[in-house]
């Protein structure tokens, strides 16, 4: 399992609990469950003053009233990590632990707590007397705006708001400690933690006791006699069976545990993920205008009227009019118009609008944007400007079209013969294809295989040279690989919608799954299915496929036909993988041709599986 963060605080409202906390945490009493052989290590503050003079001392200087009554004077914070991490080999040895990882977790925690919490906190030990190494941290909570004690603003008052910060709390502490391999435990665990003296009451009440009598062999008994009586023992069989539901109900527990883990580690991977978005959306927006309108000098007028574009004398009291240095600019989100008779003209952007105002050019426009809103600004602005250009050049440019090459119906033969009779696929498959106009041949005597998107629309087009020196593969001019594929609809009804798909690397392949499909069910598929060639997970349609009952992804038997299955199948969690025999399928419909060549000649009337 995993090492998980492990984070509590608990309050000290008198300085009776601060020195009795101390007298624990210091080994300044006897503690029974630690070892007297090993030595604590303080990781902050002296040993030559007592916590509670230490503690009394911050509060007089940081603070400008007597704490109230009731206030906590002191926080008490417990650090450590779950066995797992200190001891991965064993967890059980308590009381061992790989010194290398338990200094990491020490330093990377005292850094913690100094970023933190700096000069408040006063102390920090480092427990290595015990099971598992932890820290005892204590925190004076001053606010440093009120100048008073606040346990509350800084770990929460009420239930509601101590969950939300002791949350967000061990999210940072697991931040800190995820480059050591810790992780955090299940957000909004329900887990209950057991305290250290309801532990050691458990530990010293009275031990269970077993009917040792019936362990006893009987004088004379042989060993095998003695086996087989305590094998039927009841109470011995009774002890057996809760044993073993103890041991399954351990294993269903950790079994819990780690799922409920994995689907804390993906909610905190989405959350991440949808953090780097919005700051991604956050610079794709230009700065306000109006913001830059103020920076410029111009100030917002709301009682003088003027003309609006369109609407004569009539342009009363606009919230989007700004007046200034002899303009009179009208604001409606990222455009503004100049309604002054000398200008009488409009633009969009911030960076347009400096450039108007200030008389400027593009580069003494960007360098007053930088001087008025920073780097940040500027790269906003730019950006925005960019995305105004580029969508004025989409609208106004003529968008490239696919054209399909021209068929050449004389090279069509050679085209058929490479299918036939070196890739070996069906003639009548072959020919059926070609009816429908999916493959043809060109005049340079390349295979022509037709990409069309799902409602069979021609998008594209990919090439395969056949002659002896054309060896050539790859995509027509303009195809647009991610919104249409080389695909066959094969089985079932032709109405019916589409039960399963299988992914291959290219036409070929497709057209070789699905040849040793039907040769081997001696006919048609029953199922309706869908052969398709999709060279890459970029491209890979995955609605359309999560809507599909059955996927099965078909790529070639190597590292790269694995890698290609492995990021498909994250995508689409209910396909499965199919292996060839060969390489690839048409390596394995050839050999399974000879075999079956071979077969019929030794053996006539015989079938052979695939």
Not at 357 to 383: H, M, P, S, T
Not at 429 to 441: D, K, N, P, R
């Amino acid at each position: 399992m995993t090492g998980l963060a492990i984070l509590r605080v608990g309050k000290l409202k008198s300085f009776g609990n601060v020195g009795g906390s101390e007298a624990h945490t210091a080994r300044l009493q006897e503690t029974t469950n630690a070892d007297p052989e090993k030595t604590n290590i303080r990781l902050i503050g002296d040993n030559d003053h007592p916590l509670e003079e230490i503690v009394k001392t911050k509060i007089a200087s940081s603070t400008k009233h007597k704490p109230r009554k009731n206030a906590v004077l002191c926080s008490e914070m417990f650090l450590s990590a779950s066995p797992e991490y200190f001891r991965p080999h064993d967890p059980s040895l308590a009381g061992e632990w790989d010194n290398h990882r338990m200094l990491d977790f020490a330093n990377t925690s005292k850094n913690w707590l100094i970023s933190n919490y700096s000069h408040k906190c006063v102390r920090a030990e480092l427990h290595l007397d015990e099971a598992t190494p932890h820290i005892h941290a204590y925190i004076v909570p001053v606010n440093d705006k009120t100048k008073q004690l606040s346990h509350n603003e800084m770990f929460g008052g009420s239930a509601k708001e101590c969950r939300i910060k002791l949350s967000k709390l061990q999210d940072s502490y697991a931040v800190a400690l995820a480059p050591l391999g810790i992780e955090r435990g299940v957000k909004g665990s329900k887990a209950s933690h057991t305290k250290i003296k309801e532990y050691y009451q458990a530990v010293n009440s009275k031990p269970l006791t077993l009917e040792l009598q019936r362990l006893e062999p009987i004088l004379g008994e042989t060993a095998q006699r003695f086996y087989t009586r305590i094998k039927a023992d009841p109470v011995i069989q009774t002890l057996d069976h809760q044993l073993a539901d103890r041991q399954r109900a351990i294993e269903h527990e950790q079994r819990a545990v780690q799922n409920a883990l994995a689907s804390e580690k993906l909610r905190q991977q989405l959350e991440a993920e949808v953090v780097k978005l919005q700051q991604q959306t956050e610079k794709l927006h230009d700065l306000p205008l109006e913001d830059v309108a103020w920076q410029l000098g111009l100030d917002r007028d709301h009682n003088q009227s003027g003309q609006s574009r369109g609407q004569g004398n009539n342009m009363n009291n606009q919230p989007g009019k700004w007046t200034g240095q002899g303009n009179n600019i009208n604001i409606d989100g990222s455009k503004f118009y100049d309604f002054h008779p000398s200008e009488q003209r409009g633009g969009g952007g911030a960076i347009d609008l400096v450039m108007h105002v200030n008389q400027c050019d593009y580069r003494q426009a960007i360098a007053w944007l930088y001087d008025n809103f920073g780097e940040a600004g500027v790269e906003k602005a730019v950006i925005a400007q960019d995305r105004k250009i580029a969508t004025e050049f989409a609208q106004l440019e003529p968008r490239p079209q696919f054209v399909p090459p021209s068929a050449d119906e004389r090279q069509w033969h050679k085209i058929e013969n490479y299918l036939t009779q070196k890739r070996e696929l069906l003639p009548s498959f072959i020919q059926a294809v070609h009816e429908q106009g999916l493959i043809y041949a060109d005049e340079q005597q390349n295979a022509v295989f037709l990409m069309r998107n799902l409602d069979g629309e021609t998008t594209g087009a990919f090439l395969k040279g056949t002659g002896e020196d054309n060896s050539f593969q790859g995509y027509v001019k303009e195809s647009k690989r991610t919104q249409g594929w080389f695909h066959l609809k094969l089985g079932g009804e032709q109405n019916r919608e589409i039960e399963k798909v299988v992914l291959c690397q290219s036409p070929i392949e497709a057209m070789s799954f699905a040849t040793l499909e039907m040769e081997v069910q001696q006919g048609i598929p029953k199922t309706r299915t869908m052969y398709m060639a999709v060279d890459s997970p970029k491209s890979l349609p995955v609605e359309f496929l999560r809507t599909v009952p059955a996927v099965e992804v078909a790529y070639d038997n190597d590292h790269a036909g694995n890698e290609t299955a492995r990021m498909i199948m994250e995508q689409l969690h209910h396909a499965m993988r199919v292996k060839p025999k060969g390489k690839d399928w048409n390596e394995t419909l050839c050999a399974w041709r000879k075999q079956q060549e071979q077969q019929r000649r030794e053996h006539p009337g015989q079938g052979l599986e695939l």
